[in-house]
Structure formats: structure tokens, C-alpha cells
């Protein structure tokens, strides 16, 4: 059913002025996204996260998506069931894990999350995913189908979490994992509270000598 649903969306290729324009929209925001992440201090990298922001959501205005092809509706209950249980089975295996190898759990005690920073997490894990799947995953199944845009989306995530070693590997084995759910399933709520699962799991299991406030971009470096 989902190969149906990809061949029957994407059946014709884009033609070579599409392609330019989708690679154009691609390379323009990743540009813009990295500039958010490296400007030299926090009032230029807010700005450019603006600029960034809405570049984005230009253009995907500007393409008329359906709700169903951003992820925006509503989620199918067996769907929903396997990702939140994959999510929660992944949580736990990294609190096993951890605590097996003699790790300390909470890594860092004087840096938990509290309630608010819990639901301020989940927002921004839901942009995140809309970035990743709504923006970025789309384009790229349109140009060379689901299976590949997986991978290059994954890739594309991972690169905006350089330099820190922990959340570039974490979010690379996240994303090829969200991706092929969202591929499967076109809904970004689900995975946006699975992100924020697997985010704080990793935050909560990891000392912050190597996680940085869990900082990307310049400001992992200037930590």
C-alpha cells in the first residue's frame, strides 16, 4: 500500500525547470539554516532563523501541497500505535543501556528538564520535523523517490548538528528512522512527540561534557 501510494503521488518526474526550482528551494534554505547555526552571535543567528523560517514557509506556500502530503492530518491509529511504541521501546533501550554500562541516570542532575522546558522541547521537535519531512523530505521524494530521500534527508539533518559528535550520530540514526515513517504514514505529530522522546531521552542519559546543553553550530564550539 505505501509503494502504491508513492508511485501513484510521484509517477510523473519533474521536468528540468522543477528540478532547478525544488534544488534552488533545497540549497537556499540548508544555506540559510546553517547561517542561523554559525553566525558569530545570538542576535544575527536569531535573525537569520527568521529569514530562514520564513524563506521555508514561502516556499512551500508557494508549491500548494495537500495537507496529507506536509503530514499535517490526522494520524491512523495503527500507524500511531507502531511509531509512538518504537519510540518509547527506543527511550528505554538507552536507559538500559546506560545504566548498564554504570552510566548515571540523570547525567546531568543540575540540568533536567523541568515541565515547561518538556512542552517547549515538543514544539520545537514538531518544527524540526516539519523542516525535516514537510520541507526538505518532500522535495526530495519528488525528485528521487522515497527510499533515496530517506537517506538524503537523514544526511541533510545530521549535517546541521555538526560539530557534536553525540547528536550528529543520534540524529542521523533518528531521522533515517523518522523519515521512513513519515514516508510510511504522512504525519508529523507522531513523530514530533516521538523526536521529543528519544531528544530528552538522550539529554537525560548523556553527561553534558559531551552533550553541550545539547548546542549545534557555533554553539557547541563556544560552549
Request: aromatic share 14%; net charge positive.
Amino acid at each position: 500500500m505505501v509503494m502504491e501510494v508513492e508511485l501513484n503521488t510521484f509517477a510523473d518526474a519533474p521536468t528540468g525547470s522543477r528540478r532547478l526550482l525544488i534544488w534552488a528551494q533545497i540549497i537556499i534554505t540548508f544555506l540559510f539554516l546553517e547561517l542561523t547555526l554559525w553566525a558569530p552571535t545570538r542576535q544575527i543567528r536569531n535573525r537569520w532563523a527568521v529569514i530562514a523560517f520564513i524563506t521555508m514557509l514561502v516556499f512551500v506556500l508557494v508549491d500548494r501541497p495537500s495537507i496529507t502530503r506536509l503530514g499535517l492530518g490526522m494520524p491512523k491509529i495503527s500507524g500511531a500505535a507502531f511509531v509512538l511504541g518504537a519510540g518509547l521501546l527506543a527511550s528505554l533501550f538507552l536507559i538500559i543501556v546506560v545504566r548498564g554500562m554504570g552510566g548515571e541516570i540523570p547525567a546531568n542532575p543540575l540540568w533536567f528538564p523541568d515541565l515547561r522546558s518538556v512542552w517547549g522541547y515538543l514544539i520545537w521537535a514538531l518544527i524540526q520535523e516539519f523542516i525535516l519531512q514537510s520541507f526538505f523530505f518532500n522535495r526530495l521524494e519528488e525528485l528521487y523517490g522515497g527510499s533515496a530521500a530517506v537517506w538524503m534527508a537523514s544526511a541533510l539533518f545530521a549535517a546541521v548538528h555538526l560539530p557534536s559528535p553525540v547528536l550528529t550520530t543520534a540524529t542521523l540514526i533518528g531521522a533515517l528512522f523518522f523519515c521512513e515513517m513519515f514516508r510510511r504514514y504522512r504525519n508529523i505529530y507522531l513523530l514530533g512527540i516521538v523526536h521529543a522522546m528519544l531528544g530528552l531521552t538522550v539529554a537525560i542519559v548523556t553527561p553534558d561534557s559531551l552533550l553541550h546543553h545539547m548546542r549545534v553550530g557555533i554553539g557547541y564550539l563556544q560552549y
